[in-house]
């Protein structure tokens, strides 16, 4: 019996992450989903497994190097090839420059851009050999333009999107697809229901995201083929200003 192919989400929270996983494993393939605290997998794993998926759940922090390579080996090792990786960490915070600390402004540069650079790389390294995968960088409206109390989430947004682009020019012809969806928009999120009540009470006229058909997009750009393949596509509620 041949082994699973494996897909990857870094970052893989209680709404779209949790949903790319599912919608993924849904599919047949093995899933590894990493968080900073592993028992905040749980419940993700257990949903996973329920409906007659594989999961397995890993604590990592997507900042630090040497835990990033410890595991893509020991999944390309003792788990399987690695055919989709999706980066899904989020770093949005909001304060005036001002009062944008260098403690902060690091903090969310570390999240959004070097754990990207990260993931990327030991993607990349595990689906060159076989000249096959698909790398996703989830991207946001701070990906396309600063706003007012956004530098900090802006300039790492921005880098990622760098970081997408070259690795899709020297990636692509190698096999492998890389793509940079742009969340332009609120998504159905206990943030957005906690934070912003007014913005989430739009769910009824199907104002914000929902999670599940975010990860349906995910699902269908790595089933493209490759002579129609897209790297960045944007994805926003129809009462969205752009």
């Not at 989903?33 to 996973?48: F, G, H, K, M, S």
């Not at 900042?63 to 960490?89: A, K, S, T």
């Not at 990207?116 to 060159?128: C, I, V, Y």
């Not at 914000?208 to 058909?213: A, S, T, V």
Request: aromatic share 8%; proline share 5%; net charge negative.
């Amino acid at each position: 019996m041949s082994t699973p192919p494996v897909a990857v989400v870094i970052g893989a929270g209680d709404a779209t992450g949790g949903a790319i996983a599912k919608r993924f494993a849904r599919e047949g393939y093995s899933l590894c989903v990493t968080r900073r605290n592993v028992d905040q997998l749980t419940v993700l794993a257990d949903e996973i497994r329920a409906a007659g998926g594989t999961a397995h759940p890993f604590g990592c922090d997507a900042r630090v190097e040497e835990q990033m390579v410890e595991l893509f080996e020991h999944i390309e090792r003792d788990i399987g090839p690695i055919e989709v990786v999706v980066f899904n960490i989020g770093a949005n915070v909001r304060f005036s420059i001002t009062e944008t600390t260098e403690r902060v402004y690091r903090k969310v540069w570390e999240m959004a851009a070097l754990s990207g650079f990260l993931t990327g790389r030991e993607a990349a390294k595990a689906m060159l050999p076989r000249q096959k995968g698909t790398i996703i960088f989830t991207g946001a409206t701070a990906s396309l333009r600063g706003g007012v109390g956004f530098s900090a989430f802006a300039g790492a947004k921005f880098a990622l999107r760098a970081l997408a682009q070259s690795m899709a020019r020297e990636l692509g012809p190698q096999g492998i697809h890389v793509a940079h969806p742009i969340i332009d928009g609120a998504i159905d999120t206990a943030f957005i229901r906690d934070t912003f009540p007014e913005r989430y009470a739009l769910k009824d006229q199907d104002g914000i995201l929902n999670p599940e058909h975010i990860a349906e997009q995910y699902w269908q750009l790595h089933c493209q083929p490759r002579d129609s393949w897209t790297h960045e596509l944007d994805l926003r509620p129809w009462m969205e200003t752009f």
